[in-house]
């Protein structure tokens, strides 16, 4: 690109992946994680970088920003307004149909019910936003759709678990 002033080239160093680190420190510092959560995404972290290709690449992005960036929740505070584990979720993707699952660690978690795996893409975002928070959802080829949080049902063993 030529500067008008000066006719002389500009080298845009603002890449793709500064980009994205920008958008999911974002989405992260709005999130609330229970101890049992950050304990299960550092496990994934660990996971994804062993694998390290594919999906994996992306996963481990989203989960060192939201491990680094997301808050805690604390132990006294309730759950019943952000995505915690074993919580049932009312979501939207791309303000499309709402769409509804249980947001669940590897070990509990069912394909082919409504269960959505927290080592997702996925579940990586939703897991600790807020109801009402709308935030860029990373794609495998790195690009963004849009995720909406529309409603959180934590049952009371949920609950009991969050410190």
Not at 18 to 27: C, R
Not at 112 to 123: A, E, T, V
Request: glycine content about 8%; aromatic content about 4%; overall charge negative.
């Amino acid at each position: 690109m030529t500067s008008p002033e000066r006719n002389e080239v500009v080298i845009d160093t603002k890449n793709d992946e500064g980009t994205e680190h920008a958008i999911l420190q974002a989405h992260s510092a709005a999130c609330r994680l229970s101890r049992i959560d950050h304990q299960a995404l550092m496990e994934y972290l660990e996971h994804a970088d062993k694998i390290a290709t594919g999906f994996y690449v992306a996963l481990s992005r989203l989960l060192t920003n939201k491990l680094t960036y997301a808050s805690e929740l604390g132990a006294t505070e309730s759950s019943s307004t952000i995505a915690v584990s074993g919580a049932h979720l009312t979501y939207a993707i791309d303000d499309l149909r709402p769409q509804t699952g249980h947001l669940l660690h590897r070990e509990a978690y069912l394909p082919g019910k409504d269960d959505i795996n927290i080592g997702s893409l996925l579940g990586a975002t939703l897991i600790g936003m807020s109801v009402g928070d709308k935030t860029p959802f990373l794609q495998a080829n790195g690009s963004f759709r849009r995720v909406r949080l529309i409603n959180v049902d934590c049952p009371a063993e949920s609950q009991a678990i969050i410190g």
